[in-house]
């Protein structure tokens, strides 16, 4: 998959936010609704100039923009329109309590958000969950997954990822070598330790593990996983992967959530 590292929804340039919030509140006052000016506004405008917009709404009016928008819209529409007006982290956290609500767990939604994480993020998403939810995201998460798959991702949750950017060629080749013999070289995983690596190195510790891994046994990580790993695990770990391909090949922090149909920019 091509990951493309140039926005498809840039800032506008100049922004008028008097002139958004008459049109927008124009296109749903009265009988009808004007779909096409909401697509043309909200569509073109960057999330926090939506925020922008959203306030100087609430200010003018005196009326939600979110509650309007969804006073008149409806279907996936609707859900586009309302993900595009939410901050990004309120966004992650609403999919997050999603993936997790009633019966039954959407796993490759929790997989897709926090594999892809960085510490900063993480901190940023579990104060956000359990100032929306009045619950800690941890606990949540733990209620609803299990095994290797609940540590892995307990790990992330609770921030034990190194700093961005931190590396440690030595120690790359080292964790190169116990990702080998947690694995190939011997009968059977010891999962732990693909958890304990995977977890907490950096994500360019990781690129430098698995550049190392390949050197030392002659399969790509991903191989390895895919011999080693079943279920959740093995699509958690695989959705590291290739989020660090596309740094390495795009340059750019992208998040790679494919399953997810709606992120707002």
């Given amino acids: 998959m091509d990951y493309d590292p140039i926005p498809t929804v840039v800032p506008a340039e100049p922004l008028d ?3 958004d919030t008459t049109n927008l509140r124009a296109a749903m006052k009265g009988f009808g609704t004007d779909e096409q000016t909401i697509i043309d506004i909200i569509t073109a405008r960057s999330n926090a100039q939506r ?3 959203k306030e100087n709404f609430l200010r003018e009016y005196g009326r939600d923009l979110i509650d309007d928008l969804k006073s008149e819209l409806g279907g996936k529409f609707e859900d586009a329109i309302i993900a595009l007006m939410m901050p990004p982290v309120k966004y992650l956290c609403t999919q997050l309590h999603r993936a ?3 019966m039954g767990t959407n796993e490759s939604t929790l997989v897709e958000i926090l594999c892809t994480k960085s510490n900063e993020e993480m901190v940023e998403i579990v ?4 100032d929306m939810y009045d619950r800690p995201l941890a606990e949540h998460m733990c209620s609803e997954t299990s ?3 609940r540590r892995l991702l307990t790990l992330i ?3 034990v990822r190194d700093p961005v950017g931190a590396v440690d060629a030595q120690k790359a080749v080292e964790q190169a070598q116990q990702l080998y013999s947690a694995g190939e070289a011997k009968l059977g995983t010891d999962e732990e330790v693909f958890n304990r690596i995977l977890a907490h190195g950096s994500f360019a510790q990781l ?3 698995f550049d190392d891994y390949k050197q030392l046994s002659g399969q790509t990580i991903e191989q390895a996983i895919k011999h080693e790993m079943s279920g959740e695990l093995h699509e958690a770990m695989m959705a590291i992967v290739p989020y660090l391909d596309s740094i390495e090949t795009k340059g750019v922090l992208a998040l ?3 399953k997810i149909a709606y992120y707002p920019a």
Wanted: proline share 4%; net charge neutral.
């Fill in 17 to 19: 936010v008097e002139a």
């Fill in 51 to 53: 925020q922008l917009i």
């Fill in 100 to 102: 997790m609500a009633g």
């Fill in 127 to 130: 104060k956000c969950y359990e």
């Fill in 147 to 149: 095994g290797h798959f």
């Fill in 157 to 159: 949750v609770t921030g």
């Fill in 207 to 209: 690129r430098l593990v």
């Fill in 256 to 258: 790679v959530v494919p």
